[in-house]
């Protein structure tokens, strides 16, 4: 899943794809197009999201934009303002100017279907979705099969759910998120490990399909779980976002580069 070149100042990498917010604030997406999902429409966007088998993208004016896939009205916002959108396996939600959530597409699990409150970040996977409330406390909804609707007490400053470049809403789930101490706690599935982060400190963390990955204060990027095809290997260097889902990973360097490593377009393994 080779990034194009030109400079970038976000990414968001789904199943198979990934997109990027260039720094002129246009969208580049690459790897897999089933469906569209790697045709960014033009237009300057503020944000964007790599899913399942779609796309989303927050523009200047609040609003937000979506393609690929849409049997589940996944890619069918609706209207208002938002400040954050991210894309899941089959389902999207966006954190409203507001602070609530709201979600749509599949909804099989309960993971469109967001609790009343405020929030300050959304983060959707397959079956599940988890947002961390304005005192720091992470709330989930969804599938809770193998308790990654649970997670732990304590205050964060950020959560990442897992499975949305995966095998869907029935695949394994796992979530991640950082402490305000900066350790990571991840929960859920841990057949692969990626639920047992490495000992440190973080400045971000990414929960993938069967792996995860974290940023440290020096900027070099960890990864845990599954490894099998290299994405949970990062590169030597220094990053200042990573990104992870399915079975690839990908990395913003200083420079506003993107690097890539993990599956590059084959049928990934179950």
């Known amino acids: 899943m080779a990034p194009p070149k030109g400079t970038f100042a976000q990414l968001g990498v789904g ?9 002129d604030s246009t969208l580049a997406c690459w790897g897999v197009d089933w469906y569209g999902k790697a ?88 079956p599940d979705t988890c947002g961390l409330r304005n005192d720091g406390t992470i709330l989930c909804w969804g599938d809770n ?38 350790r990571v706690v991840c929960w859920g599935d841990n057949f692969y490990r990626q639920a047992t982060p490495p000992a440190g400190t973080f400045t971000q963390v990414s929960a993938g399909y069967q792996h995860a990955c974290a940023l440290k204060p020096d900027g070099v990027v960890a990864c845990w779980g599954r490894n099998s095809y290299g994405q949970a290997t990062p590169p030597a260097g220094t990053f200042t976002q990573v990104s992870a889902a399915g079975s690839s990973t990908c990395g913003l360097a200083p420079d506003e580069r993107v690097a890539c490593w993990g599956d590059r377009g084959r049928k990934a393994r179950r």
């Open 15 to 23: 199943y198979q794809h990934a997109c990027g917010l260039k720094t």
């Open 145 to 182: 099969y193998y308790g990654q609707a649970r997670p732990p007490a304590g205050r964060f400053t950020q959560v990442s759910v897992g499975g949305a470049g995966g095998a869907g809403p029935a695949g394994t789930v796992h979530a991640c998120a950082l402490k305000i101490d900066g």
């Open 39 to 126: 045709r960014a429409p033009a237009g300057p966007f503020i944000q964007v999201s790599a899913g399942g088998s779609h796309s989303c993208g927050l523009k200047p004016d609040s609003t937000v934009a979506c393609w690929g896939n849409d049997y589940y009205g996944e890619a069918t916002p609706p209207s208002g303002r938002f400040r954050q959108v991210i894309a899941g396996w089959s389902h999207t939600c966006g954190l409203k100017t507001d602070g609530g959530v709201a979600c749509w597409g599949d909804n099989r699990s309960g993971q469109a279907t967001p609790p009343s409150g405020t929030f300050t970040q959304v983060s959707a996977g397959g």
